[in-house]
């Protein structure tokens, strides 16, 4: 785990030229052994350094460090409204509180709230730390994004593996005047507007997977966890989750325990670096024009790209299901909640949850 001198210690590296021992310990106020073993914690958390006698440490492939100013300046080009630095959440009435009592006939939600950004080094999940938040603070259009998450969470409760200056870990709060059911399939419409980003980036090639895995030729590169807070009929407080693998280094894909590959494999040999503050603005960008349109529309404007969009449609899968029994049929597509709809001859079963493969013929 990378503490925040870790993380100093890293951003004085990024710039990808030799720092002495000496200099390091001085600009942070430690000793040379304690700098030394700062960055040994830096190359178990996947980072790659350099040590040459006489000249001390190279961080190798520099990461560009997530910049909380970068993401608003480009959020700003993109045609968005942007809170200050500053700005406070507003706090949210609680039962005993008169003074923050809503007045009768408060406004709607805001469809295209001032989207505020936080960028942290460390947290156990930025989902849950904005669920938390979500108690007593307004968290509609609040993003947070993590270099390291020590708690990250995919679906049904698994780990997700991030590397520091290698990963992109972000989660986005917005609220709906509809409950659980109307949101039913807003992951799937996350997976749409995450597609758009990537191609809007030049990342074209990466396809869905049921129910919010992103994956290319068949290799997971990210995937998308939505939770929510609220009354079944509404309101509702939903919290979108995103995790993307940006550059990975082999030693940590294979201590992935699935395939997976990385955004630098998708952009091909002699791309340009991707930039992963413009790639969170725009990952951002369009997850907010996204709900906004879901907030009125649900998910049917999004239905038929989605099964577009499918690395399995029409093809024969197994599903297996969460109490360890399997399907077989082909994939009919998704309906209007998200469920997935299997075929199996003239007969048709929709799913809500379960892990979809590829059968073989």
């Not at 399907?327 to 909640?337: E, L, N, P, Q, R």
């Amino acid at each position: 785990m990378l503490t925040p001198l870790g993380f100093s210690l890293l951003r004085q590296l990024s710039d990808g030229d030799f720092h002495s021992g000496e200099d390091l310990a001085a600009t942070v106020g430690l000793t040379r052994a304690r700098v030394s073993q700062l960055l040994k914690q830096a190359e178990t958390a996947g980072l790659a350094l350099e040590r040459v006698r006489g000249r001390g440490y190279r961080l190798l492939g520099a990461p560009d460090f997530l910049d909380a100013e970068e993401i608003r300046k480009a959020l700003r080009g993109f045609g968005f409204q942007v809170a200050a630095a500053d700005a406070k959440a507003p706090l949210l009435p609680a039962a005993n509180d008169d003074d923050l009592a809503l007045p009768s006939g408060a406004p709607a939600i805001d469809p295209h709230p001032a989207l505020s950004v936080e960028v942290v080094d460390q947290v156990d999940s930025t989902s849950s730390e904005l669920l938390r938040r979500s108690v007593r603070r307004d968290i509609h259009g609040a993003v947070l994004a993590a270099e390291l998450q020590t708690a990250g969470r995919g679906r049904r409760g698994r780990v997700w593996t991030a590397v520091a200056g290698g990963s992109l870990t972000f989660s986005l709060g917005w609220r709906f005047e509809q409950g659980a059911g109307f949101v039913a399939g807003l992951s799937l419409a996350v997976g749409v507007a995450v597609i758009h980003a990537l191609e809007a980036e030049h990342l074209p090639g990466v396809e869905l997977k049921w129910p919010n895995d992103l994956i290319h030729r068949h290799l997971k590169v990210g995937g998308i966890l939505v939770e929510l807070n609220g009354d079944a009929l509404g309101p509702s407080t939903v919290v979108v989750g995103v995790g993307l693998n940006v550059r990975l280094p082999v030693a940590i894909k294979r201590d992935i325990a699935q395939p997976v590959s990385d955004l630098t494999a998708v952009a091909g040999r002699g791309a340009p670096a991707i930039d992963r503050n413009r790639l969170i603005a725009r990952l951002v960008s369009e997850l907010a024009g996204s709900l906004a349109t879901y907030a009125q529309h649900g998910f049917a404007p999004f239905a038929a790209e989605w099964q577009r969009r499918h690395a399995y449609q029409g093809k024969p899968v197994k599903l297996l299901l969460p109490d360890g029994e399997s399907v077989k049929g082909t994939v009919a597509g998704v309906d209007s909640t998200g469920a997935l709809v299997l075929a199996d001859g003239p007969r048709r079963a929709r799913f809500l949850a379960g892990e979809i493969s590829l059968r073989r013929a």
